[in-house]
């Protein structure tokens, strides 16, 4: 271990660490073979009755079975039918992970598959310029409305293409309009092909539908202007758009007026709570035909300090937490398990690395950016990085060192891709250093540039969701062993988003998620110069150029314009295994370039349970890439 990171590896060695180590997670469950398949539904397992949680026996309702589609769709659970009851204590920063989303599509357990959810069925045009869709019988919202066609329109027609509420449309919108074939059945069509549009509904496609019926009165398209603005104004919005997207957040006290279609809905909001009951019209039923949720009731504190949520985890105040957990949290956690009141899942992120080292190609220091365009330089830094160590310190040795590359569930991933170029080797990366002409000419131990003049790196990052801040502090350490003067500033996240959207960061970092098959072949962002935004930075003006055909931002060099054709390709083709071979170039193009830096990934995610809660595997992946939960189908967690 080298001098320079002896003491941050004592200081983490001052935590029982042992308890992570020595205590055993249970043994792998088999994950039920239904959630790899195509949900069955009630009349295909003989199913004919149903039955609904007590909570429901005093509201007046229709029967169950009027309540439920024509044909409920069965999840099987992971330990058996559960039991009706409960309130499931968690936090708001938990929103989109529990309870989950529901979508017209869904995404497998094996995080390859598109499956029925909403929807029975879909088909794509051979051309790829269509997506048909066709929902299921009966399915209503949680005001008891039928679910139509005319929901999905009104988000896509009247909001995504309405340019007051969207004034920049996103490349998946563009050239595409929705239309209606009966109240079952509608369609996309674009003008040219997306083939994976329907990757993105599987993913996002609970954000791609709203009731229509609950929120024509505040779009202008169907209430006179001058009363809506008076009834946003009531409500104290600047525009009926900011209503829209706060409502539908449960951001509002409003919230709780709108129905939805997940397995609860908001009926309070507090400056403090939100508060849910289980939707009386949810459509999944489990084998023996008892509606779900199984749990009745969700209270979801707002909390914002993850310090307070970790704390609050490990002394057995929340049944779920594990959106705001750190790797580093896990042996206070463990500590917290002893008083049984809580177990300690550990579970892995998808991240194909959890810091991505991002050098900003397009920075106003040209004599900087230039540097970074020199490939001996980029391996410099990439081998002088000691992920070993930085693996044990950080992850107790439970993460994997790689590089930003496809999950290994991909068909797009080879293991050299992951690889390449992670060795720690600082005799090498300061010769090339050397051969740069970076050489230390005033014996402070630190390189300049060719010319004598000083080269210092500000990082700016948030400190947010993987366990950025101690790997940057290991890498200015390994990075300043070969000479390079890193300097490191956290900001917040209004600062990252507006530094990093005008190019002014000289590098950043993120996590690297949208790495499976569902997402990388839709935005490549990490490898090619097709996307920009707070959490990428490499190369802004690259990606203006391409997406304003040329109107905006600079050329790249060719390398970069290859890379965007290739992207384009893979997005707009048909065939399959021809989208493989595409993305498989465009990888191994990094692994070879190196156009950003990964340090460790499929890292140790704490997922901290209430011990009497059941359902949720023992071991599983954490992502926004499979939606963190939806895979495991919340709606089936009980209390024992």
Known sequence: MSSSTSLIFKRMCTLPVAILVCNSIADEQALPRAWFEPLKTASQIGLTEFSQSPLLDTWDLPSVVKRLPDDPVVVTPLEGNGRYGGTMRTTTNEWLTYPNREAPLTIAADMRTILPNLAESWEVSPDGRRLMLT????????????????????????????????????????????????????????????????????????????????????????????????????????SWMTFIDACRRELIEESANEPTLEAFKVVE???????????????????????????????????????????????????????????????LLKQGERNKAIRVLIWNRLHSSDVVIEPNYNHKDKKLSALYWERGFREALSIAINRHEMNEI?????????????????????????????????????????????????????REYPDGSSLTITLEFVDWETPKGITLELVSLYWREV??????????????????????????????????????????????????????????????????????????????????QWAEEMFATVDGQRRIKLGKKILASHADNLWNIGTVGLAPQPVVIARTLRGIPDKGIWGWDNRWTLTYHPATWFFD
């Open 394 to 446: 950080i992850y107790f040795g439970r993460g994997t060192p790689r590089q930003v590359t496809a999950h290994p569930t991909s068909s797009m991933f080879e293991p050299r891709f992951a690889t390449a170029y992670t060795g720690y080797d600082p005799s090498r990366a300061r010769d090339l250093l050397d051969e740069l002409g970076l050489k230390d000419v005033d014996d402070d131990g630190l």
């Open 269 to 331: 909001r507090t400056p403090t709570i939100i508060r849910f009951e289980r939707n009386p019209y949810y459509f999944k039923v489990d084998p023996s035909g008892q509606q779900l949720p199984y749990i009745d009731r969700v209270e979801s504190r707002i909390i914002d300090s993850k310090e307070v949520i970790a704390a609050m985890a490990a002394t057995g105040q929340l049944d779920f937490s594990a959106f705001e957990l750190k790797t580093q949290d896990i042996p």
């Open 135 to 238: 929902l299921r019988q009966g399915i209503k919202w949680s005001d008891g409305v039928p679910l139509t066609s005319d929901d999905y329109l009104f988000l896509f027609n009247d909001l995504w293409l309405n340019e007051e509420y969207a004034p920049v449309q996103s490349r998946l919108v563009r050239g595409g309009q929705a239309f209606k074939v009966d109240d079952r059945t509608f369609y996309y069509e674009f003008d040219e092909p997306k083939p994976l549009f329907v990757n993105y509904l599987a993913h996002y496609g609970d954000f791609m539908v709203l009731p229509k019926h609950f929120y024509r009165g505040f779009h202008p398209t169907y209430t006179d202007r001058e009363v809506l603005n008076g009834k946003i104004s009531d409500l104290g919005f600047i």
């Open 483 to 564: 000479g390079i003067d890193l300097r490191l500033k956290v900001v917040d996240r209004a600062l990252q988003r507006a530094r990093a959207q005008t190019s002014e960061m000289q590098m950043t970092v993120w996590h690297a998620d949208r790495v499976t098959e569902i997402l990388l072949p839709l935005s490549p962002a990490w490898w090619v110069p097709v996307h920009s935004g707070w959490d990428n930075t490499l190369w802004n003006d690259w990606v203006n150029w391409h997406l304003t055909d040329g109107r905006l931002g600079a050329e790249p060099p060719p390398v970069m314009r290859q890379l965007q």
